[in-house]
């Protein structure tokens, strides 16, 4: 076998999705939990709870991750107001 990422069945994705697929128990009116649902549950509670971590990865997860600010500027330290597209041929060069 050559080198890179092994098979789709040997990788630590497809083992953690099966881990967390497993049943946890079940609920009050006798469903399946699976571990994944309980884990869930736990990250609720504590954001429930007022844990800020919590709720931030509740927000990311529900409306994703806000947007990085990026700015650019110029060699002299100004904001770039332009941008220019120039097609060059390397023959005339």
Do not use: C
């Amino acid at each position: 076998m050559a080198g890179g990422r092994p098979p789709k069945e040997k990788s630590f994705y497809n083992a953690l999705s099966v881990a967390l697929n497993q049943a946890n128990g079940v609920d009050g009116d006798g469903q399946r939990v699976t571990k994944l649902r309980a884990i869930a549950e736990k990250l609720v509670t504590a954001a429930e709870a007022g844990e800020s971590w919590a709720i931030k990865e509740v927000a990311d997860r529900i409306d994703g991750k806000p947007m990085q600010a990026v700015e650019h500027s110029g060699e002299d330290g100004a904001p770039i107001s332009m941008i220019l597209r120039k097609v060059v041929d390397p023959k005339a060069e």
